[in-house]
């Protein structure tokens, strides 16, 4: 009699509770940030926005999915939104979009194209393989978060090449018109314009300035009266954290000679810095119109640092800049080779009718591109770089190739806040305690991401 109640159960069950899929099958592909987490809501989860039990799997090919069971025939409604009701999708337009509809059957899939999100509008122009990693990316060394950019080579998800890296400051003018300070640098388009007739290409990633903290965060010395100071953490920021992430989540050439930094006016100055600062980090820069009046202090920082690493300084300036630019750039030249740079490894470039203006540097952004990275080859799939730890994210468990060795690790969640941290003692770490999401471990200068 049990016997024949339970399967009697049995039947009402699977005959009135079924399995079925939604998957989104793209999503605009500049404007979704690579690392937030795209939920369903709806009238079955009283439409929480961010409801982690009907958070959508990321496919990392520009699709999402999520299977559930429901009773047969529920008429849903529903929407998908990247955690808030402030970046819900709309229609292509930004114009409101009415909830979505759909009858519950079982063994179904619905697909689904999502046009836009509300919080990314405008008329980008953003072009090839152009996009956000993240609006908020985590900046442990400030304690601040930064929307972070990346162009990729158009032969990127067609190729296994590792790529060179350039990292470029105050990306709201490199790549899109709707964020750019009057025009925009185009990067991406002179890296496409470049693809055919100039190897290597390579990734850009452009980080945000921070509006009110730029100055700050653009110099590692003080001026009285416009600020500064915590560009040294900035330049930290990039290295010890930015960086080893990129070289973790893309597949780079992580070495100091395929990797260089550029910016312009104080952007100009921090890369300088950041180049000497980190000459182990670093093998060029691009420094286009640099702020060298903000601080003195530039002459005594070259002589203690001294000349550590082979180097190539391109300095660009434009004759309708401040009066004192191009006499400023010769005098720092002049520090460099008093320090040991050799005439080969620094470039300047002075352009009549040159002007301290987004068009003036973006117009030369290709040629001091081909001169930082002439010579420099990207490598094909037969290059390979053994990652010093790997998670598993059938069994939650992160390995690790090296030895144990005390060293401390650190687990941030994906709004950049501590999970927690400690001491590397066995081969493998269970985190099978964390809830469903995005993390990022650090260790050994190595940034995972964990995708549980």
């Known amino acids: 009699m049990r016997i024949i109640i339970s399967l009697i159960l049995f039947n009402f069950i699977l005959n009135t509770f079924g399995q079925m899929t939604i998957k989104i099958v793209s999503v605009p592909i500049y404007y979704t940030p690579a690392l937030d987490t795209v939920f369903i809501v709806g009238d079955f989860n009283n439409w929480n926005a961010r409801?982690?039990?009907?958070?959508?799997?990321?496919?990392?090919?520009?699709?999402y999915q999520i299977t559930f069971t429901l009773p047969l025939g529920t008429n849903m409604e529903y929407k998908f939104t990247r955690g808030?009701?402030?970046?819900?999708?709309?229609q292509a337009d930004g114009s409101f979009l009415p909830n979505r509809n759909a009858a519950?059957?079982?063994?179904?899939?619905?697909?689904?194209?999502?046009?836009?999100?509300?919080?990314?509008?405008?008329?980008?122009?953003?072009?090839?393989?152009?996009g956000i990693i993240d609006l908020d990316f985590y900046m442990p060394e400030l304690g601040r978060?930064?929307?972070?950019?990346?162009?990729?080579?158009?032969?990127?998800?067609?190729?296994?090449?590792?790529?060179?890296?350039?990292?470029?400051?105050?990306?709201?003018?490199?790549?899109?018109?709707?964020?750019?300070?009057?025009s925009e640098w185009s990067v991406d388009e002179s890296m496409q314009s470049m693809f055919n007739t100039f190897s290597p290409s390579a990734i850009i990633i452009g980080i945000d300035n921070g509006e009110a903290d730029r100055l700050n965060e653009y110099s590692p010395w003080v001026n009285s009266q416009y600020g500064g100071g915590q560009g040294e953490a900035y330049a930290a920021f990039i290295v010890n954290t930015l960086k080893p992430f990129v070289d973790n989540y893309f597949r780079t050439l992580p070495g100091r000679e395929y990797t260089g930094i550029m910016g312009s006016s104080m952007g100009g100055l921090?890369?300088?810095?950041?180049?000497?600062?980190?000459?182990?980090?670093?093998?060029?820069?691009?420094?286009?119109?640099?702020?060298?009046?903000?601080?003195d202090s530039i002459y005594s920082f070259i002589s203690q640092t001294g000349h550590q690493s082979p180097m190539r300084m391109y300095f660009l300036a434009g004759d309708q800049e401040s009066s004192s630019m191009i006499p400023d750039i010769n005098s720092v030249m002049n520090a460099l080779s008093s320090a040991g740079f050799s005439g080969n490894e620094m470039h300047l470039k002075t352009v009549q009718g040159g002007q301290h203006a987004e068009w003036f540097w973006a117009s030369e952004f290709s040629e001091a591109f081909q001169w930082?990275?002439?010579?420099v080859s990207s490598m094909n799939d037969t290059y390979s770089r053994l990652p010093i730890a790997i998670f598993n994210s059938n069994n939650k468990t992160m390995s690790f190739h090296d030895s144990p060795d005390n060293s401390f690790y650190e687990v941030f969640n994906i709004q950049g806040q501590l999970i927690c941290s400690g001491i590397v003692i066995e081969t493998t770490l269970d985190f099978s305690y964390l809830e469903k999401g995005i993390y990022f471990f650090r260790y050994k200068g190595l940034v995972v991401k964990i995708v549980v």
């Open 372 to 375: 930082l990275f002439d010579g």
């Open 51 to 63: 409801d982690t039990a009907w958070q959508m799997e990321n496919n990392h090919d520009g699709t």
């Open 104 to 130: 519950y059957s079982n063994g179904g899939t619905i697909n689904c194209q999502v046009a836009n999100w509300s919080d990314l509008l405008g008329s980008h122009t953003a072009s090839g393989n152009t």
């Open 270 to 295: 921090i890369s300088f810095f950041s180049s000497m600062n980190y000459q182990n980090v670093f093998g060029k820069a691009g420094i286009f119109s640099p702020s060298f009046w903000f601080s």
């Open 145 to 182: 978060t930064r929307r972070i950019w990346a162009y990729l080579p158009p032969d990127y998800y067609n190729t296994n090449n590792y790529y060179p890296v350039l990292y470029l400051h105050d990306a709201q003018n490199l790549f899109d018109a709707v964020y750019a300070f009057g």
């Open 84 to 90: 808030s009701w402030d970046n819900v999708e709309t």
